[in-house]
């Protein structure tokens, strides 16, 4: 089995995975909502949030995992009832697609693997990379034709970064990457070459 790189805190990250021979994970509206909640309960705590995308049978995430001294114990869930000695950012993506697959085999009925068996990470490196995977995250919907704009999909982050609306969402953060809004908005619109960042994203 392939060794994965550790997820290391204070670093950027692109997580991603499918489902199990490419099968559908998100079934019906429900499904989307209940897989960011099991996010807000597993991986704020420790994460960042920079960008997300949930299609049908793949997600995307862009995250900095938060330095120890940035995590709030208090505010952390996992699986055991003994509290872990280490806190392991991978544990807690692990976390949630194991406590989702529980919630979606219960109730379609359903048994064995909802996901590829572990989760791909790549480490970001440099604003560049940021900016380019942002755009890439949001315009997933639009590359696989769901919508004709990204602005129209609603499971994905694009929506918050241009809205005002209450967000854990690093909105900030994301639109000074790209200097302003007008800026962000105006990124998106235009097609990017993707050839810089070619190693950092997949084909689903």
């Known amino acids: 089995m392939e060794q994965k790189q550790p997820i290391l805190h204070g670093n950027y990250y692109h997580i991603y995975n499918r489902g199990n021979n490419g099968i559908d994970v998100f079934l019906d509206n429900d499904s989307y909502?209940?897989?960011?909640?099991?996010?807000?309960?597993?991986?704020?705590?420790?994460?960042?949030?920079?960008?997300?995308?949930?299609?049908?049978?793949?997600?995307?995430?862009?995250?900095?995992?938060?330095?120890?001294?940035?995590?709030?114990?208090?505010?952390?869930?996992?699986?055991?009832?003994?509290?872990?000695?280490?806190?392991?950012?991978?544990?807690?993506?692990?976390?949630?697609?194991?406590?989702?697959?529980q919630a979606i085999n219960k109730r379609h009925n359903r048994t064995g693997s909802l996901f590829e068996t572990t989760f791909e990470r790549k480490l970001v490196t440099n604003e560049k990379y940021l900016q380019q995977?942002?755009?890439?995250?949001?315009?997933?919907p639009v590359h696989h034709g769901f919508v004709k704009q990204m602005s129209l999909y609603p499971w994905s982050s694009y929506d918050t970064v241009v809205s005002d609306k209450p967000t854990k969402l690093m909105r900030a953060e994301v639109i000074e990457i790209f200097n302003d809004l007008d800026n962000f908005v105006y990124f998106h619109n235009q097609q990017q070459s993707m050839n810089e960042i070619s190693n950092l994203i997949i084909e689903y």
């Open 133 to 140: 995977l942002i755009f890439y995250i949001h315009n997933n």
């Open 33 to 101: 909502y209940h897989f960011l909640r099991l996010y807000a309960k597993y991986v704020e705590p420790i994460a960042e949030t920079f960008a997300w995308c949930l299609l049908k049978n793949h997600f995307h995430l862009l995250v900095r995992i938060k330095n120890k001294n940035e995590i709030n114990e208090n505010q952390l869930t996992y699986n055991t009832t003994e509290k872990p000695k280490v806190i392991d950012p991978s544990r807690q993506f692990s976390h949630l697609l194991n406590a989702y697959t």
